[in-house]
């Protein structure tokens, strides 16, 4: 769904007419938005591994390749709602084998569009839920875990570590994990800093940079634009540099 509240929709067919059908159709529905319209699959797999696409709308037979085949080499990861628009019936047993959602006939009238739509956003409409479930029940378990507790769970590769709170020297951000970096050992898990920021204690850490979170009571001194903690230095950032001054020197 994209910040307008609308789920966004691409639609593959080498017609031209066919592509212009779905459009006014889509065009008419408000929690649409048709951001492409393309006559090839190969076009499409920008957009769909960007993850920006919610619905696609996809004929069968095309000259470069089949949108069956096109569809069974999608990653699951940012996989689209699928509407099949196909002149030919007798494909319907494939594309449902492929998790299609609906499946329309040429020329599909638009009651029979309006149909798979509201097919397709009701199981959008349940991920969004589930997801959001899902992440409410992450963040709160690691809320749990980190506010009731002086140590944090941190998952490795091939071991289940409990970190205490006064080991972390500082944390750094590493793309989708992080670096829990105490006296003598980098420890790697799968956070993110902006969780850990707003599940650490206020008191004891500080986002200082948007790659590092520090412990405040192992800072050494503060250089310039840089962090000296233990044997490291680490970056501040300009705008938490005066903040960061204060509760070095003690003052709230």
Known sequence: MNPNGKYNC???????????????YISK????????????????IDFISGGIVDILFIDIEMSDISGIDFIKNLSLINRPIVVFVTAYP??????????ATE????????SRFIKAVNKAITILNVREKM????KNRQQQSLSNIIQ?????IVKTERKIVKLLYDDIYFIEGALEYVNFQTKDKKIMGLFSLKELEKELPKEK???????????????REIDGNQVKIGEWKVFVSKDNRPHLIQLFRGIE
């Open 10 to 24: 691409i639609v593959i067919d080498d017609e031209f007419l066919a592509r212009k059908l779905l459009a006014e």
């Open 29 to 44: 529905v408000p929690k649409l938005n048709l951001i492409g319209s393309l006559d090839s699959p190969v076009d499409a």
């Open 90 to 99: 007798q494909y319907a047993v494939q594309g449902f084998e492929v998790d």
């Open 103 to 110: 499946y329309l006939i040429k020329p599909a009238t638009f």
């Open 131 to 134: 997801n959001f479930l899902e």
């Open 148 to 152: 009731s507790h002086n140590y944090i």
């Open 205 to 219: 850490f500080m986002r200082i940079h948007k790659s590092y979170i520090v412990a405040l009571d192992k800072i």
